[in-house]
């Protein structure tokens, strides 16, 4: 089992973005997917960064794929996804539409915005090119045992969410701007003051979501350290890691050494909590009941 | 379009005498006609499925007593005020509302949404009874009168009068007249 | 234009029929349709039943199968799709690839809808589903403004279908874990959105508190209404602001867009609302059938009063406006 890092979901700026990618080609990760998920109004502002940070991984001996959006709406997203594939990488989809840009027959990725449950759909996509799938992360784990069985069959390589923010929503309306009381249209990217999300809590102080732009987070950061075995078990290939603005070559580490058992979860857990007090976490979707519960104890009861 | 939409109350006169008289003839009346209509209508049952076994609390409050129904045993019992068993779920509203509600003239969202409906308690237990009650059309006009066949046409007489007097729906309309 | 009306109970089916829906959606009572809600749905009797009283009066009947079937228990999605083709349903609804692959192979001549679960916000997301499956109608996600709707059926083959009243999810629909991270259930999974058996409502401090799975979702003053705890409508804090971060308690109102959606080239009208009861069904379809009449007359439609038979009695047009994003 290795890891995979996930798109940055986040909008950082320019020297931020390199700063992140050439720490990250030290980390003992195996590939990582970079591009723009959320929002096609950010790439001007860092696209710039992306052939240099696909180099640099690729000559730390890293495997470099592309995303698409998560949600394509309009003509320049469109042509946005079309131009993928000329990037000479692999495309990981993450908006179904994006499969109307690959020729049948092109290997391509599926990330875990595309709704993967069940049996037939999984056989659909690889008989369609997919060659690597991360699972959607409300998925029970029940369900993941299933399918890693048809991925090892058909010689596919299956990945679960391992951690970070839990991405729960895409919508057409930006929240950010919302909460600065702007349209979309004119938000002046103000989602940027926010490198980890903006927090949103109940009224009663309960911590719970975090706004990204259109995009909506849990608060508590996924951790599926405890599950790895289990994971790794039924034919789990790879961990996928979500950036995050502080500590995360470290964390890369440390999650680096569970499979093969050079760390126990606890110490994990414990070097998590050291290095990020407020950090919340959460494991419910890997127990299958409500994804905000951590080690079977729901965040609040 | 009806007036009755949950607004109206029941006339004080008629309030004054439910005060004083016992409650176990209303107790056993309204059993007999639950009973009645669950036999007619195997299928509310049916649709209420697992939560046949819930208590609920019907908390007409321009009553001067609460009911308390028990679907699996087809019992309806009514009880003082303060007095009433524990339920699992509690729906409160006027008698408008009610029956309103239950002959198809409103839409039991729309008066959650605006007050005149409260609910408390178990929500699956509730929509599944609201769920079975609307797709039952239910008359209860027409069911007091199949159980009193006797009586027929002076009750249809009554019931009329009492439902110009009062503004409370009770029988099922003619929809179309009603939208 | 078709109106497309919801039906959650037979009774609810009839009211629509008889109030001039030119079709009905409704769905089997399990998992396999996006209301399943408790007392809800229909049974394989009831549908077949419910489909004879709609084609009597000309009106088509249309099965919602449209969650993500389970890994290991595809079969009951599969049997679900059989039996809506045996009850002579008109089309079935679906939104999982592999379902659509199953219906289109084992049931090609059964009419195959897109379901908004699908999310298929863009002509080349419908095109794929159109030339990989055959689907013939698309449901649009609630995620489009009116010019955006317009472009996208210039580039398509197949109908489109757009929500004109009824709740409104403000996430891409089918791709919204919210409700299943505060309770483990999920309208993709399980078909419900913000279940019934997670609510909780509690008096505190003269304050009706309403929470989903422990989390706070509304306070209101007590003697007010507290609104029904759907994740998305709540009221949360956000460093300085506290408000509806994500919506207000307000459901969708085209009714005055519908001119405009016509000349998009939209085909169908949906509204949405199966978990509401007949008497709602009755009002909103005689309303709306009142709006597609004078426009099939080339007459002004009637201004429609519907407000209060909404969630927070107050509308918007959503996405449908430029403006929401």
């Known amino acids: 089992m290795d890891l995979t890092v996930a798109p940055n979901p986040f909008f950082w700026n320019a020297a931020f973005v390199r700063d992140f990618y050439a720490q990250l080609a030290g980390?003992?990760?195996?590939?990582?997917?970079?591009?723009?998920?959320?929002?096609?109004?950010?790439?001007?502002?860092?696209?710039?960064?992306?052939p240099q940070a696909i180099e640099t991984l690729q000559?730390?001996?890293?495997?470099v794929a592309v995303t698409s959006l998560a949600l394509i709406t309009?003509?320049?997203?469109?042509?946005?996804?079309?131009?993928?594939?000329?990037?000479?990488?692999?495309?990981?989809?993450?908006?179904?539409?994006a499969l109307h840009h690959i020729p049948a027959g092109t290997p391509f990725w599926v990330g875990p915005l595309v709704n993967i449950y069940n049996d037939s759909t999984l056989r659909w996509l690889v008989r369609r090119g997919a060659r690597r799938i991360c699972l959607p992360p409300e998925l029970p784990i029940d369900s993941v045992a299933l399918l890693a069985d048809i991925a090892q069959a058909e010689g596919i390589a299956l990945e679960v969410w391992g951690h970070g923010r839990l991405p729960l929503a895409i919508s057409g309306r930006c929240y950010h701007a919302r909460l600065h009381e702007r349209a979309k249209d004119s938000c002046q990217f103000i989602c940027d003051a926010d490198p980890d999300g903006r927090d949103v809590d109940t009224l009663d102080g309960q911590r719970f979501l975090s706004v990204n732009g259109v995009q909506t987070l849990s608060q508590a950061y996924a951790c599926m350290a405890d599950h790895v075995g289990r994971l790794?078990?039924?034919?789990v290939s790879a961990l996928r890691l979500q950036p995050q603005s502080v500590g995360f070559a470290a964390l890369c580490a440390d999650y680096a050494r569970l499979p093969e058992g050079r760390m126990s979860p606890d110490a994990l857990v414990g070097n998590l909590r050291a290095a990020h007090p407020d950090m919340q976490l959460c494991d419910g979707y890997g127990r299958g009941g409500a994804g905000a519960s951590w080690r079977g104890r729901a965040l609040y009861r | 379009m009806l007036a009755a939409r949950g607004d109206v109350s029941i006339p004080r006169i008629l309030i004054l005498p439910m005060r004083v008289l016992p409650l176990w003839p209303v107790?056993?009346?309204?059993?007999?006609?639950?009973?009645?209509i669950l036999q007619a209508h195997p299928e509310i049952l049916s649709r209420i499925d697992k939560y046949q076994s819930k208590g609920f609390a019907l908390d007409i409050t321009d009553l001067p007593f609460a009911l308390h129904l028990d679907p699996a045993r087809a019992a309806v019992r009514a009880w003082p005020r303060g007095a009433a068993p524990p339920a699992d779920a509690r729906i409160s509203g006027t008698l408008a509302g009610?029956?309103?509600?239950?002959?198809?003239?409103?839409d039991g969202d729309t008066l959650f949404f605006s007050g005149a409906l409260q609910i408390e308690g178990d929500m699956s237990a509730v929509l599944a009874l609201r769920n079975a009650l609307d797709d039952a059309e239910l008359d209860l006009g027409a069911e007091v009168q199949r159980a009193l066949p006797m009586l027929a046409p002076p009750l249809r007489a009554a019931i009329a009068r009492f439902e110009r007097l009062t503004g409370l729906p009770l029988r099922r309309p003619d929809l179309s007249e009603v939208y | 234009m078709e109106l497309v009306c919801p039906a959650g109970t037979p009774a609810a089916l009839r009211a629509a029929v008889d109030s001039g829906a030119h079709s009905v959606y409704c769905g089997f009572?399990?998992?396999?349709?996006?209301r399943n809600f408790p007392g809800l749905n229909f049974s394989r009797a009831e549908l077949a039943e419910g489909v004879g009283y709609a084609h009597a009066q000309g009106a088509k009947v249309l099965v919602a199968i449209n969650t993500f079937p389970t890994?290991?228990?595809?079969?009951?999605?599969?049997?679900?799709?059989a039996d809506a083709a045996c009850a002579g349903a008109d089309a079935v609804i679906l939104a999982d690839l592999g379902l659509l692959a199953h219906a289109a192979e084992h049931h090609p001549d059964l009419r195959r809808h897109l379901s908004v679960q699908a999310a298929a916000a863009n002509p080349d997301a419908i095109n794929f589903y159109a030339e990989a499956f055959g689907v013939r109608r698309v449901v649009l996600p609630r995620v489009l403004s009116v010019e955006e709707i317009a472009a996208i059926n210039r580039e398509i083959a197949v109908e489109t279908e757009v929500f004109v009243f009824g709740g409104l999810c403000v996430m891409a629909e089918g791709r919204c874990s919210l409700s299943s991270y505060a309770t483990g259930r999920s309208p993709n999974m399980n078909g419900v959105c913000s279940p019934p058996e997670f609510v909780d409502y509690a008096n505190e401090g003269g304050q009706n508190v309403a929470r989903l799975g422990g989390f706070v979702i509304h306070r209101t003053p007590n003697g007010a209404s507290a609104p029904y705890p759907t994740l998305c409508k709540g009221c949360f804090t956000s460093a300085d602001k506290t408000g509806h971060v994500f919506e207000d308690a307000v459901s969708l109102d085209a009714s005055t867009l519908v001119p405009r959606l016509a000349k998009a080239g939209v085909t169908a009208l949906k509204i949405e609302g199966r978990q509401r009861s007949r008497a709602y069904v009755g009002q909103i379809v005689r309303a709306f059938r009142a709006v597609t009449d004078a426009l099939e007359a080339g007459r002004e439609p009637p201004a429609l009063a519907l407000a209060r038979l909404s969630e927070g009695q107050s509308a918007t047009t959503g996405a449908y406006a430029k403006t929401w994003r």
């Open chain 1, 27 to 50: 980390a003992p990760v195996a590939r990582v997917v970079l591009g723009e998920l959320v929002c096609s109004k950010r790439l001007p502002f860092w696209q710039d960064e992306i």
């Open chain 1, 59 to 63: 000559a730390a001996g890293k495997e």
């Open chain 1, 74 to 97: 309009l003509k320049r997203e469109r042509k946005l996804t079309a131009d993928l594939l000329g990037l000479g990488l692999p495309v990981e989809v993450n908006d179904l539409s």
């Open chain 1, 232 to 235: 790794r078990e039924i034919g």
């Open chain 2, 27 to 36: 107790s056993l009346g309204l059993s007999a006609l639950a009973r009645r």
């Open chain 2, 98 to 106: 009610f029956l309103a509600m239950l002959h198809g003239v409103e």
């Open chain 3, 29 to 34: 009572a399990d998992a396999t349709n996006a």
């Open chain 3, 71 to 81: 890994a290991g228990d595809e079969g009951l999605w599969h049997c679900a799709v």
